[in-house]
């Protein structure tokens, strides 16, 4: 089992950075693929950016890399993502989530684990 719990999210102005992090608790969490997603009204959870639990090896979308950085703390159980030169099109609410098989990290259908998710609003 693992817990996820947001917090950081807000309105920031474009070009604007935020820094949302994810608390993470639960005996899997230290075998775990951790995950950001974002959701927007009507549409499926969109693949932000992913850390592994093996070697913290990160990846990102297109639309956000160099943009954004996903780490994790020493302990393991604080996930952040650092968000730079935010767009307005980066508006969403943002999920953290939790993977514990090492494959299609990119996709949400596998990922077991997920938070409420924290708002993130970029205004033009």
């Known amino acids: 089992q693992v817990q996820l719990v947001e917090s950081g999210g807000g309105l920031v102005q474009t070009g604007g950075s935020l820094r949302l992090s994810c608390a993470a608790s639960?005996?899997?969490?230290?075998?775990?693929?951790l995950g950001w997603f974002r959701q927007t009204p009507g549409r499926e959870h969109e693949f932000v950016a992913v850390?592994?639990?093996?070697?913290?090896?990160?990846y990102y979308s297109d639309s956000v890399k160099g943009r954004f950085t996903i780490a994790k703390d020493n302990t393991g159980n604080t996930l952040y993502l650092q968000m730079n030169s935010l767009k307005p099109e980066d508006t969403a609410l943002y999920l953290c989530?939790?993977?514990?098989?090492?494959?299609?990290?990119?996709?949400?259908?596998?990922?077991?684990?997920w938070g409420q998710g924290t708002q993130v609003t970029v205004s033009s």
């Open positions: 989530a939790a993977r514990t098989r090492d494959y299609d990290l990119l996709n949400p259908d596998g990922y077991e684990y």
């Open positions: 639960g005996r899997a969490v230290s075998m775990s693929n």
């Open positions: 850390i592994t639990w093996a070697g913290g090896q990160p």
